[in-house]
C-alpha cells in the first residue's frame, strides 16, 4: 500500500490529472484483488487467514509443493501487474508534465496552484492511511483486553490451554492437533486415520458423536448467553479438505425441537 500512497502524494501535489488517477485507482484495485483473493496468512488447519482462492489452493494441494508452485506464479504476476500499472502512471504523469509546461510557455506563468487544498487533501490522506495501518497492523498486537471482549478473551484462554497439551492422541484413529479462535468460534482441529472413502461415514460419525456432546453439556451455555460457537475439524491423508462440524445454538434448538414428543 505504500506504493498506492507514494502515487497519490505525487497527484495531489504535482501531477493532477484525471488520466494519472485512472491508474492509480487499477493500481489500487489490484493490490486489493490480490489481498482479498490470493493473500497467504493461514495454515492446513486453519486456513482463515488465507484470501478466498489461496484458501482453496492450500487444502487441494495439502500445503505441498503445489502451494509453492502457486505462490511463485501469484508473485509473478502480481508485481508483474504492478509493474504494467506503475508504468502507466509514469506515462500519464509525463503527459501532464510536458502540458504544463506547454502552458507555461504559452502564457508565461503555468497552473496556479492552490496550497490549501492540496494540504487539506494531503491530511485526509494521511488520516487515512494511518487507521488503516492501525486496523491492519497494530490492533492485533495489542493487549487482549483492550481489544477484544471478555466472551472472546476466554475463547482465546481456552484454546491456548488446549494446544499446551497438544499434540493430543484421542484414541487409536484420532489425535486432536490445536484449536484456534476465529470471533466467537472456538475450532478443534484433528487428524484422523481414514481413508478418502471414509469421508462421508466420519462426517456422519462426527455428527452424532459432537452435537449430543456440545448441545447437551455445559458449551451450551456459551452459546445461548454469548453466542459462542464452536467446530470440530478432521483431516486425513488423502482428503482434499476436512470434515467441518459446526455446532450452534440453532443447531442445537433444531435438535431439541426434532427429539421434542
Known sequence: MLIILIAVLLGIWKY??????KWVVFAFLWMLAGNVLFYAGGTLQNPEGDGLITRQIRIATQDGPGMGIFAILFLVAYWGGMIFFVSRMVKAARIFT???????FEDGFGEKSDTTRKMLETGILLLVS???????????????A?????????????????N???????????????????????TYHYTVKAKPSEKERLRAFAVEST????CDGEMRKG????????AYSYMAVGFKSPVV?????????KRDAASAP
Do not use: H
Open 211 to 214: 452435537i449430543p456432546k456440545v
Open 146 to 162: 483492550l481489544v477484544s471482549t471478555s466472551v472472546e478473551e476466554e475463547l482465546a484462554t481456552a484454546a491456548n490451554e488446549v
Open 130 to 144: 494511518a487507521i488503516w495501518v492501525f486496523f491492519a497492523f497494530y490492533r492485533p498486537m495489542f493487549p487482549t
Open 223 to 230: 452459546m445461548r448467553d454469548s453466542d459462542v460457537s464452536y
Open 245 to 253: 462440524i459446526e455446532v450452534t445454538e440453532p443447531i442445537c434448538k
Open 98 to 104: 510536458d502540458q504544463q509546461n506547454a502552458l507555461y
Open 164 to 186: 499446551q497439551a497438544t499434540p493430543q492422541q484421542i484414541d487409536p484413529i484420532t489425535t486432536l492437533d490445536n484449536a484456534t479462535v476465529s470471533g466467537r468460534r472456538l
Open 16 to 21: 493532477r490529472s484525471r488520466y494519472y488517477f
